[in-house]
């Protein structure tokens, strides 16, 4: 979903989302870089996410996000599976 930080995180959106998600379409959020976006990717019903989060202190952020992951119940992406 592509658009400003606002528009992103507004009701159009996850209208657009879930709207998208009842026809079978994938969703994908950009700029996902907090726990809190990823939980709203989440609720909006998004496949993928991506951001820049790891590119900025990989060794600090990995353990991070995999505890994200964990809290919204989701399985680390095969990438970050076998990470130190």
Same mark, same amino acid.
């Given at each position: 979903?592509?658009?400003?930080?606002?528009?992103?995180?507004?009701?159009?959106?996850? *209208?657009?989302?879930?709207? %998208?998600?009842?026809? *079978?379409?994938?969703?994908?959020?950009?700029?996902?870089?907090?726990?809190?976006?990823?939980?709203? %990717?989440?609720?909006?019903?998004?496949?993928?996410?991506?951001?820049?989060?790891?590119?900025?202190?990989?060794?600090?952020?990995?353990?991070?996000?995999?505890?994200?992951? %964990?809290?919204?119940?989701?399985?680390?992406?095969?990438?970050?599976?076998?990470?130190?």
């Amino acid at each position: 979903m592509a658009g400003s930080t606002a528009w992103k995180l507004g009701p159009a959106a996850e *209208g657009l989302a879930r709207e %998208a998600a009842a026809r *079978g379409k994938a969703i994908h959020m950009g700029r996902v870089n907090s726990r809190r976006r990823l939980t709203i %990717a989440q609720w909006y019903g998004c496949d993928s996410v991506d951001g820049t989060y790891l590119a900025f202190g990989p060794a600090k952020n990995l353990s991070r996000l995999r505890s994200w992951l %964990a809290e919204l119940g989701q399985q680390p992406p095969p990438l970050f599976r076998h990470a130190p």
